[in-house]
């Protein structure tokens, strides 16, 4: 059934309904108004005929019939239209419209009540065709003063012109009752329509939308009807939400199919080279010494290599998954702080060093000359210097491991020892204030046409075990925080790699300087073969490696 139908038959029965109720409130007065006159007609006229009745017990209680007789037609004349009757110890004297003889009167009536006619056909004094219900009756006593001289002033007055006046105001509700059920239908019916046009023709727009076929969505001019505009932005909402779900379902399944694709191709050689080992051991079971230990050997790092990338291909996946109401405000040089702890105890042979600098210290080389930047604070960050980012504490944690690692294995200096320096500082950018993170080793750095190279899948370098997903890891999660990501030489001139990081500060209320909470990549397609592999990722891309502006 239509709204306005629904409307329409609401206001038809409702309208009605309510002219019933006002009526019989209006009845209800009308007869109060009515009884109202009658009583004061009535005291009207016993005021002004208690003389002649008193003056009619004396001559009655006299023994004077002339007088009497007088008294009488004077006493009918002066009650007009209502009915009288005398009730003295000398009889009773009545005159005009009277109750019949088995109406019951009450013994005194000093204020006027309603009595109910018993009799049956006319009532006494009253013109043929007209008949009685209900009498409005007063009594009056009247003392004549002398002993003996006293009696009852009766005063009737017929229902019959109040009766007619109810009955016409119930005829005229019940007739207007009548009519305003279909006229009040009708305009309800016709209002309605009119003020649920924008509403049907939402409707309309709506229900040619085909999210599975059509990339159109919905077109919403302000009606001026705020209940209208507001289901048109709620739709646009759920509309919006079912794409931005329906990507992310897309997403995901493409993020595990590549995984599958993925872990299918790098697993091969592992898995091929196990094979070959096992079959070694199984065909050769007198092989022992160097020969078996060898073999050993490669099975534990083929293992190795299996296992770190699983963990790779699944933390890739993680990030393509992540929402943003995982992100919450973190404290950089914690997080980073960790991150160089476990590298310590993974590698105790490793000089692995922390810092943490006031903004616009530790921008140069520790190490320098004096003269040069001001040495950092070590240790935990000073009050003053709490970065606070808003940041996926899995992924950064994911970022600052792999960089650790990456140093740690390709950052080996001339004597065989890895020396690692993690420096953590406030800055500034054209965007706002930032943290820039550097991790600094000392090996034979990387050849500045080969940077960019060594972020895409699967990139290793020569001798490397490692599953080549670590630096794509890290470029992973620089764009989901809206950071950048660069290889830089070493500063001071002296051998290695420089890998800093910039990443926006949270504000006040806790989202960073880029928004990242509102603001992740629609697109995140690390793990799917197109995209990070290839060489075409430049700055411009949704997650370019380098981001203008940080």
């Not at 309603?114 to 009799?119: L, S």
């Not at 919905?218 to 990507?247: C, F, K, M, N, W």
């Not at 476990?342 to 210290?361: L, Q, Y």
């Not at 890998?499 to 990549?521: F, K, M, S, Y």
Request: glycine share 10%.
């Amino acid at each position: 059934m239509k709204l306005s139908t629904r409307i329409a038959l609401a206001i038809g029965v409702t309208v009605p309904l309510l002219v019933l109720a006002s009526g019989w409130l209006l009845y209800l007065l009308v007869a109060r108004d009515l009884h109202a006159e009658q009583d004061a007609h009535l005291r009207e006229r016993a005021a002004v005929v208690q003389g002649d009745a008193r003056r009619l017990l004396r001559a009655a209680a006299a023994g004077r019939p002339a007088a009497e007789l007088a008294r009488e037609r004077r006493l009918y004349a002066s009650a007009l239209d209502v009915g009288i009757r005398v009730t003295g110890p000398n009889g009773t004297v009545s005159g005009g419209p009277q109750p019949d003889a088995r109406t019951r009167l009450p013994e005194a009536a000093p204020d006027p009540v309603t009595v109910r006619e018993r009799g049956a056909g006319r009532a006494e004094g009253m013109p043929e065709g007209r008949r009685v219900k209900n009498w409005r009756v007063l009594s009056v006593h009247i003392d004549g003063r002398r002993p003996g001289v006293e009696g009852t002033l009766w005063l009737f007055s017929p229902d019959t012109s109040g009766q007619a006046r109810l009955a016409s105001v119930r005829r005229r509700v019940v007739v207007v009752a009548v009519a305003a059920a279909p006229v009040s239908a009708l305009l309800a019916w016709a209002a309605a329509s009119r003020a649920s046009r924008p509403l049907r023709r939402l409707q309309q727009r709506t229900s040619g939308l085909d999210p599975r076929s059509d990339t159109s969505r919905l077109e919403h001019a302000p009606s001026g009807i705020t209940e209208v505009d507001d289901l048109a932005a709620t739709l646009r909402t759920v509309l919006s939400r079912y794409d931005e779900q329906a990507a992310r379902t897309s997403q995901a399944l493409a993020t595990a199919r590549s995984f599958s694709s993925a872990a299918a191709h790098e697993l091969r050689t592992p898995l091929m080279s196990m094979q070959t080992n096992l079959e070694i051991l199984a065909e050769h079971p007198e092989l022992a010494g160097q020969d078996r230990d060898e073999v050993v050997e490669d099975l534990r790092q083929e293992h190795s290599r299996l296992l770190g990338l699983l963990v790779m291909l699944r933390r890739l996946g993680q990030g393509d998954l992540v929402e943003a109401d995982a992100f919450a405000p973190l404290d950089l040089a914690e997080v980073a702080e960790a991150a160089v702890s476990d590298a310590r105890r993974r590698d105790r042979t490793a000089d692995v060093t922390f810092s943490v600098a006031a903004p616009g210290e530790g921008s140069g080389d520790h190490s320098g000359p004096a003269g040069t930047v001001a040495p950092p604070v070590t240790g935990p960050a000073a009050p003053g210097t709490v970065l606070t980012v808003h940041g996926w504490e899995p992924g950064l944690r994911s970022l600052l491991d792999n960089l650790v690692a990456n140093a740690l294995a390709h950052g080996r200096g001339a004597d065989g020892r890895a020396h690692v320096e993690v420096l953590v500082r406030g800055g500034t950018s054209p965007l706002g204030p930032i943290a820039v993170l550097t991790v600094d080793d000392g090996g034979p750095g990387i050849p500045p046409e080969q940077r960019a190279a060594v972020f895409q899948r699967f990139q290793r370098g020569p001798g490397s075990t490692g599953s080549g997903l670590g630096l794509t890891l890290v470029a992973q999660q620089a764009a989901l925080h809206r950071a950048t990501v660069e290889i830089r030489d070493r500063p001071g001139g002296r051998g290695g790699t420089r890998v800093e990081l910039r990443i926006p500060l949270a504000d006040h209320e806790g989202t960073g300087t880029a928004r990242a909470a509102q603001d992740l990549p629609s697109q995140r397609d690390w793990l799917i073969g197109a995209a990070p592999g290839t060489s075409s990722r430049t700055a411009s891309d949704p997650q370019g490696i380098h981001k203008n502006g940080l």
